[in-house]
């Protein structure tokens, strides 16, 4: 069965310090994947995608994600992290052979302390 | 540009009762997702629509829930005999095409009492 797991439900940091948010799926062998933050009170807002190409994708806000096939995994970074990247984060997955159905992940809450 | 638009933003409804839920893709876009997002899960794929079929009803969870588009445009959910359970908040989404970026809406926050 297809699947996405986030495994940290809730990370805290440091404000200035480095964030790796994981992100593992089982669904299908040519996947597309994105991460998507939610701000409270807030839509969810892409990040990045890694549709094919270069491996390490640049999003907005400083973050940065690597796919890695061999691991399944698609963690999203960021080297220092800033009071308002507060949120939850979503890592979602889909596959280019069905394209019919989108995978989220149950999400990692942040919390950033001065 | 305008993104995509929700409506209602709020709805509490008495068990029992039926609702509609609107959603408003970005002009253009040709696909539409909804989603539930349930307190404190992840986001449920409900159904996608491409044009105005909708070629997976998988994720419907129940046959009270039905969802069509008309136009290649406008979307409404509808639940029909709500239950406790069904309150969530239901997100739609669209992207240009089904293997695209999806831009999500603000959601409408479904309470059944």
């Known amino acids: 069965a297809q699947s996405v797991t986030q495994p940290d439900i809730h990370i805290t940091v440091s404000e200035g310090a480095s964030l790796e948010l994981r992100c593992n799926y089982s669904?299908?062998?040519?996947?597309?994947l994105f991460w998507y933050v939610q701000s409270p009170g807030q839509g969810l807002q892409l990040l990045l995608k890694y549709f094919s190409g270069d491996t390490l994708v640049q999003g907005i806000k400083g973050f940065e994600a690597e796919f890695k096939r061999s691991q399944s995994s698609f963690n999203l970074r960021k080297p220092s992290v800033h009071w308002s990247d507060a949120a939850e984060y979503f890592c979602?997955?889909?596959?280019?052979?069905?394209?019919?159905?989108?995978?989220f992940g149950t999400g990692t809450s942040l919390t950033v302390i001065p | 540009g305008a993104g995509v638009s929700q409506s209602p933003s709020n709805k509490v409804t008495e068990k029992g009762k039926d609702v509609e839920l609107r959603c408003d893709p970005i002009?253009?876009?040709?696909?539409l997702y909804w989603y539930r997002q349930s307190l404190g899960q992840g986001l449920e794929f409900l159904i996608y629509?491409?044009?105005?079929?909708?070629?997976?009803k998988s994720g419907l969870p129940s046959d009270r829930f039905s969802a069509e588009r008309t136009g290649g445009s406008v979307s409404t959910l509808t639940i029909q005999r709500t239950q406790q359970e069904d309150s969530a908040v239901y997100l739609c989404a669209s992207s240009l095409a089904v293997v695209e970026t999806q831009y999500f809406g603000p959601g409408t926050r479904l309470l059944v009492l």
């Open positions: 629509f491409q044009g105005n079929s909708a070629p997976d």
């Open positions: 979602a997955v889909g596959d280019w052979n069905t394209g019919n159905q989108f995978y």
């Open positions: 002009s253009g876009h040709t696909a």
């Open positions: 669904y299908g062998a040519t996947p597309y």
